[in-house]
């Protein structure tokens, strides 16, 4: 459940891309996207201890894997 909005953020992003409303060069890194994920979503609707799990998935894996990838260039190949 936490992770529904930034998926649904990259989807909106690729689907706006695929029809030419995006700008690859504009779209965020992956880091930037949990970073917002974390301050925008997480910290105001989870626990803090849920918050503090979040942010270790985050910093542990997520953005030492795909970090400085733009959310366009992700691809579900490469997360599975």
């Known amino acids: 459940r936490s992770t529904a909005r930034p998926q649904r953020w990259a989807r ?3 689907r ?3 029809c030419g409303r ?7 890194t992956i880091s930037e996207l ?3 994920y974390l ?13 503090r799990q979040n942010r270790g998935l985050v910093t ?4 030492p894997a ?3 990838m733009k959310v366009a260039e992700l691809t579900r ?3 599975m």
């Open 22 to 28: 995006a700008d690859r060069r504009e779209a965020p």
């Open 39 to 51: 301050r925008e979503y997480s910290e105001l609707h989870n626990k803090p201890s849920s918050v």
């Open 60 to 63: 542990r894996r997520i953005k």
């Open 16 to 18: 706006a891309q695929r």
């Open 66 to 68: 795909f970090g400085s």
């Open 34 to 36: 949990c970073d917002r």
């Open 12 to 14: 909106r992003w690729r």
């Open 77 to 79: 190949d490469e997360v």
